[in-house]
């Protein structure tokens, strides 16, 4: 990844703990949070159409003809949705291009080859959502007649993570299901004028972690997050701040910012990165000396 770790932040505090001792689980324990915090955002991302290729302003969906097509298509976004179908014309396929229609900032694809349908393993009717942050893809069999546009849209939804993902009960879903077990939080304030600017040097952050750490967004403004900014301890007057935290053994890191930047990201990644590997060391260490 060609990332160093560099010196303590300037301007910060940080703070190290343990999740267990809450008494739940960090990642079922904020799920719960958000399911009970309230109705969910719109859809995913920053507050602003997400970046994608070209694709994306095309009439869509897109046909795609042949592997060459869809390999192209699928690489060319942070999130690209795919119908493949057995007959271009099924109830399947209109209700997909319904589905279409009410996502703008996702870009669709269409095909029918029986080259590309082989090249995914796509046997029959199916909506794959293909993302390029934990390299990942989402397959949701339409042969069911009870898979509708509504039902299409909630699981795109549901899946379309991106280098940096908004937090809401929706969005929540795709972080539990992740292949990524570390995520970072930026908890702030989208109101504050200085968000754009946050914003932009977050991603540029995530891109420097990418398939490593799921980078994620979460609104201090909205009530639905009031118990997650407190479930790590802090208070509005802290804010903004970086919370991450590894799954498997529920560690966390708490960092509070004077302001956000790449390199204090990166350094509080690293960190946490570089503990990490010393706490998978230590074990073989131990292993080596008993054996000599």
Known sequence: MGVDARGPEQGGTARRGQAGTMGASVLPCLFAILLAGGSPAGCAGDGSPAPHGAAGTAEKPILLNSIVDAEAFISGAEVAVVGFFQEPRSPAASQFERAAGRIAEVPFGLSTSPAVLSRYGVAADTLTLFRRVDNDRRDLDMNSKDVDAEKMTRFIRMNELRLVTEYNPVTAIGVMQSSLQLHLLLITDKMSPRHPERMRRYRAAAELFKG?????????????????????????????????????????????????????????????????QKKEDEPEEKTLNEEL
């Not at 980078?215 to 639905?224: A, G, M, P, T, W």
């Open 212 to 276: 490593k750490i799921l980078f994620i967004l979460v609104d201090s403004n909205l009530k639905s997050n009031e118990q997650t900014v407190s479930f790590f301890k802090l208070k509005k007057s802290q804010l903004p701040a970086l919370a991450i935290f590894n799954t498997p053994d529920e560690k966390q890191d708490v960092l509070t910012l004077d302001e956000v930047s790449v390199e204090r990201v990166q350094d509080f990644c690293n960190r946490f990165l570089q503990r990490m």
